[in-house]
């Protein structure tokens, strides 16, 4: 779950790791700049004018971003897909609203827009299907990183905390299952690389779920349960805060042999006071445990 911030906002606008966490792209009023979290080099930087979304593709020179709407060229309506290593616009597509958050995996690009989320393939761009979803103003969804299983999760409503989950790999009707995750409306959601677990927040912001999800193969029936749950305690005042701007959620998978049983590692920001921003980390695993690290990187936003 990248971090959002709206275009009103000052300094960085959007901030997102790449597939494999061994990247993180940088978006602001001036541009897009791509790191190394391995050299801790810069590996792109185009001061293209303000942009609200960069998402890459793992390690390789496609990138797609939207515009701020700062400037005439660079609308929130019109997605750009780019290839960083010689600069070229490979394609644009033209939206009818506002493009609130962009996924990619290796087969597909995910589009989300306010009331309706658009599925392309990611070879050939081509359209494979239009979800029509309740109203999504923070672009709230996450894809798998995988493509077997190829998970899409959406918020299905807007007054309660439900999400579905859609087989994206394909066309048809694909809705896997619909979660009850939290009372309040979904927030944030992230997979783990192999799309066997799903963390959720609601807007509310005390507590983080973790849900199992059997791998599915083509029309398998998932049936989730939560396999994790902590209860977070906001800070007083900022609970408005932690719902978007300063909650950020995201799954890591540390690189090991097939043999070892080390468990996938779940990591959630939230700011506890103005100046003040912890880093959480939880072990997934049999015996689940949880531990915080309070930095001072300030206010997130």
């Not at 009023?29 to 303000?50: F, N, P, R, W």
């Amino acid at each position: 779950m990248p971090l959002y911030r709206p275009p009103s906002a000052k300094g960085i606008l959007y901030l997102a790791f790449n597939q494999d966490n061994t990247c993180i792209s940088i978006a602001d009023y001036k541009g897009i700049k791509i790191y190394s979290l391995e050299t801790h080099k810069v590996l792109y930087q185009s001061d293209l004018g303000a942009v609200s979304i960069a998402e890459m593709l793992f390690c390789t020179s496609l990138m797609a971003y939207v515009g701020a709407g700062e400037q005439p060229t660079l609308t929130p309506r019109k997605l750009f897909l780019v290839n960083t290593a010689t600069g070229s616009v490979i394609q644009d597509i033209s939206l009818p609203t506002s493009v609130l958050a962009v996924r990619l995996n290796r087969e597909r690009l995910v589009v989300v827009l306010e009331r309706r989320t658009l599925v392309h393939d990611l070879k050939t761009l081509e359209l494979l299907r239009t979800l029509e979803t309740p109203s999504n103003p923070q672009g709230c969804c996450a894809l798998s990183t995988c493509f077997d299983p190829c998970l899409l999760a959406l918020p299905s409503s807007n007054t309660k905390g439900t999400m579905r989950i859609y087989n994206a790999a394909i066309t048809g009707s694909s809705v896997e299952c619909e979660v009850t995750a939290h009372n309040s409306p979904i927030a944030v959601m992230a997979w783990n690389q192999d799309a066997s677990l799903l963390a959720s927040a609601s807007s509310k912001g005390t507590v983080l779920r973790v849900h199992r999800m059997p791998q599915v193969h083509g029309s398998s029936e998932l049936s989730p349960e939560v396999g994790h749950r902590d209860r977070l305690d906001p800070a007083p005042g900022i609970r408005q805060r932690v719902t978007f701007l300063c909650f950020c959620v995201f799954m890591y998978t540390t690189p090991r042999p097939p043999s070892a049983h080390q468990p996938d590692s779940l990591f959630f920001v939230k700011q506890t006071s103005r100046h003040q921003t912890a880093l959480y980390a939880c072990a997934m695993g049999p015996s689940c445990y949880m531990s915080s690290l309070s930095v001072g990187l300030g206010a997130i936003g």
